[in-house]
């Protein structure tokens, strides 16, 4: 019971100090990867980070708002990761998607879910057009020997595939290839195997 207080004196004294806004994003990433979506309610998140559920209302406005900083969060954590990698084309920056999956299952899937997060938001939607801007500058690097396929088919066609193997990689469900087959693969391995 000590802790708690101490943990609760030790949130306010961070409000005081501006850092209310990063705890409390702090623990809803951290309740995301270790309880899902359905665990991030306000007031489990702010109990998390030791404050009064009404304590995030003057930084977020309601879940939605925190939920979508959150994702924000994610899409410039995803665009730093492929920046370096541009250059190395499409193969590159797909693993990197992917494996930005695979390390943050629980923010990847929030920063899909348009149930739950306010695509209207500014900041979020600045974060996401930025990673689409990303894939966009990909696809004008690429070749392409169907001459009669639209930019739009064709970043529609490598966006599916390599999101498609993130969720894939996330939910688990490429493990039983790696088993099935009789082949020795790793998951790094089958996932270079299918963004040749």
């Known amino acids: 019971m000590g802790s708690q207080v101490m943990e609760r004196q030790k949130a306010r004294k961070n409000y005081h100090h501006g850092d209310l806004r990063s705890a409390l994003l702090r623990s809803a990433r951290a309740l995301l990867e270790q309880q899902g979506i359905s665990a991030l309610g306000l007031r489990a998140i702010t109990r998390h980070a030791g404050v009064s559920s009404a304590a995030a209302v003057p930084h977020f406005g309601n879940l939605a708002g925190l939920l979508s900083a959150l994702a924000t969060t994610g899409y410039e954590e995803l665009a730093a990761a492929l920046e370096p990698v541009l250059e190395?084309?499409?193969?590159?920056?797909?693993?990197?998607?992917?494996?930005?999956?695979?390390?943050?299952?629980?923010?990847?899937?929030?920063?899909?879910?348009?149930?739950?997060?306010?695509?209207?938001?500014?900041?979020?939607?600045?974060?996401?057009?930025?990673?689409?801007?990303?894939?966009?500058?990909?696809?004008?690097?690429?070749?392409?020997?169907?001459?009669?396929?639209?930019?739009?088919?064709?970043?529609?066609?490598?966006?599916?595939?390599?999101?498609?193997?993130?969720?894939?990689?996330?939910?688990?469900?490429?493990?039983?290839?790696?088993?099935?087959?009789?082949?020795?693969?790793?998951?790094?391995?089958?996932?270079?195997?299918?963004?040749?």
């Open 88 to 196: 190395m084309g499409a193969h590159a920056a797909g693993l990197v998607y992917v494996r930005f999956a695979i390390h943050n299952p629980g923010l990847f899937t929030l920063m899909f879910r348009s149930d739950v997060i306010d695509r209207g938001d500014r900041a979020l939607a600045a974060a996401s057009a930025r990673t689409s801007h990303m894939l966009t500058r990909l696809i004008g690097n690429m070749t392409d020997h169907q001459p009669q396929r639209t930019r739009s088919g064709i970043r529609a066609a490598h966006w599916g595939k390599v999101h498609g193997l993130a969720v894939l990689a996330i939910d688990g469900l490429l493990d039983p290839l790696l088993s099935s087959q009789g082949e020795d693969m790793s998951l790094e391995d089958l996932l270079e195997d299918a963004l040749r």
